[in-house]
């Protein structure tokens, strides 16, 4: 299968099997790939929470109430550390939620590589959140996905939309 081809299969998972156990093998090599995504001057101002606890998954529960997101056995949490990430001296921009999109997108690429399903979440209580995890105000939790596998076959399944081509890329 050819990448084009890899990243219109992929899509965002609603509907998880509680049964379904991701190997650790496979979660070691999805994180595996999610480290090697690349970030401004190199600074990986992240860290990757695998979440697989019944404890901390309930409280993570309860900063994203959607039933659903309750059968994953697994979800992967991103956080940012914004006083690590590269600024750009001459305005003052800060890479950390480029650098934090980067990390998801693999991580959400080599979970699907890998036959995992997921979904790119940041609709969440930050603050419910970042108790879950136990972390302070300066760390960012900027996504969470679930990771496992749909409760059935149709849900992997469903066909994507999109703008054409000519509605979002500009050839100069």
Not at 89 to 105: A, F, N, P, R, W
Request: hydrophobic share 45%; net charge neutral; with cysteine.
């Amino acid at each position: 299968m050819d990448f084009p081809e890899f990243v219109s299969s992929s899509d965002s998972v609603r509907n998880y099997n509680p049964e379904a156990v991701v190997p650790a093998q496979t979660l070691q090599r999805i994180a595996e790939a999610a480290r090697m995504a690349p970030s401004a001057a190199n600074r990986q101002p992240w860290r990757i929470f695998m979440i697989q606890s019944e404890k901390v998954l309930k409280a993570v529960r309860q900063a994203y109430t959607a039933s659903w997101f309750a059968d994953a056995p697994v979800v992967a949490a991103v956080v940012g550390y914004p006083e690590l990430a590269w600024v750009r001296k001459s305005d003052q921009y800060c890479s950390i939620e480029t650098d934090l999109t980067i990390l998801m997108d693999h991580l959400i690429l080599a979970a699907h590589a890998e036959g995992v399903s997921s979904c790119w979440i940041a609709a969440f209580d930050p603050e419910l959140m970042r108790k879950a995890l136990g972390l302070n105000e300066n760390q960012l939790v900027y996504a969470v996905s679930p990771l496992g596998y749909p409760r059935t076959e149709s849900e992997s399944t469903r066909p994507k939309s999109r703008k054409s081509m000519k509605d979002l890329i500009v050839w100069m």
